[in-house]
């Protein structure tokens, strides 16, 4: 009679000197080094396997398949395909506090509350953090790992923020970062791009002179090897006064290096000088990403075509009219004139 197949098991060979998973895979008695004669170390590693190997069965039942394991798989296989990592990774980390020892099945609009009451976060926070889960559970799904898809209730998204700056407070605070230290020598040129551009931080900070056309006057904002997202980059013309101030920093970088540096280096942040040189300059609830709504702000009250606006800007049209369209003369203006 056949020995009954009890799974998996962590044994000590003593002729080898360390753990060995054992396990019978049709029929036949396998074996596999866990490479320690660490028991604590040994089991670590039978658990990633136990993990490797489940994962790789097929489509298992929600009440199966630990939400953990999922966060970890979609953190593993999907890095690559990430645009941000680092602010998957900061979601994470509470993702994974909350969510120890629960099942795909355990969630639902009452525990996706308890998140948000346990999180004790703003609305726009917890919508991010719950949005990495969402996709950690489609991913799941589409990889044939989870037998049914998964909903997570996301809070409503909270209302844009409508904080841009006046050309009188964007004066200040160029002064400001030309007084700030070590960061005097890169953050004006920073604040100078993002308000006559619109571009992201991170995409400002990537950027490298081998993208500058001076001579053209011309930006191109696509970096090698960059995989194409829904926030798009694309090619714009420099502002005539921008090109300026580039060309005079032009004359201190090389060729490959970064517009954005210090000693020659990249700058990864400016979070730090950006929020010294805004309480320099007496500007309240001000953050880089507040350059990007300066820009389309300006762009609007200019009158830019729309179409025309979102282009430059590197977002869609229906986006610029929902979140800047109150700052065009012409909005509403026909329906006002109507009657």
């Known amino acids: 009679m056949p ?3 009890q799974g998996p098991k962590l044994r000590w060979l003593e002729k080898r000197g360390c753990y060995y998973i054992t396990w019978t895979d049709g029929g036949r008695s396998r074996q596999r080094s866990t490479g320690t004669a660490d028991r604590r170390q040994a089991e670590e590693v039978f658990a990633e396997w136990l993990h490797i190997r489940q994962r790789d069965a097929g489509p298992r039942d929600p009440s199966q398949v630990l939400i953990n394991d999922l966060l970890a798989d979609y953190a593993e296989e999907s890095a690559e395909r990430m645009t941000t990592p680092q602010r998957v990774g900061y979601a994470l980390v509470p993702l994974s506090e909350f969510w120890t020892g629960k099942t795909a099945a355990q969630v639902s609009p009452l525990t996706c509350d308890e998140y948000r009451r346990w999180r004790d976060r703003s609305d726009g926070t917890i919508r991010r ?3 990495v889960m969402r996709a ?3 991913h799941a799904f ?3 790992r989870l037998t049914q898809q998964i909903p997570v209730q996301l809070p409503e998204r909270p209302p844009s923020r409508d904080r841009w700056l006046t050309r009188t407070e964007a004066a200040r605070l160029l002064r400001a970062a030309r007084d700030e230290g070590k960061s005097r020598g890169h953050l004006p040129m920073f604040i100078l791009i993002g308000l006559y551009t619109g571009k992201r931080k991170e995409a400002i900070l990537s950027l490298r002179w081998s993208q500058v056309d001076l001579a053209r006057g011309l930006i191109n904002w696509e970096t090698p090897g960059r995989r194409i997202t829904k926030k798009r980059r694309g090619r714009n013309p420099i ?3 921008l090109l300026a101030h580039l060309r005079r920093a032009r004359r201190w970088g090389n060729d490959l290096g970064p517009v954005i540096s210090y000693a ?7 979070k730090r000088g950006f929020a010294s040189a805004c309480r320099r300059a007496g500007l309240d609830d ?4 507040t350059l990007r709504h300066t820009c389309a702000t300006w762009l609007m009250q200019a009158g830019v075509p729309t179409w025309e606006a979102s282009g430059f800007l590197g977002m869609s049209e229906e986006t610029l009219i929902r979140v800047y369209g109150h700052h065009h003369p012409d909005h509403q203006r ?3 004139t109507a009657f």
């Open 3 to 5: 020995r009954r197949n």
């Open 129 to 131: 953090e719950l949005g």
């Open 136 to 138: 950690a559970l489609n």
């Open 142 to 144: 589409s990889a044939r």
């Open 239 to 241: 502002n005539p006064k």
């Open 264 to 270: 020659g280096k990249p700058v990864l942040d400016i």
């Open 286 to 289: 001000v953050s880089p990403h």
């Open 334 to 336: 026909s329906a006002a």
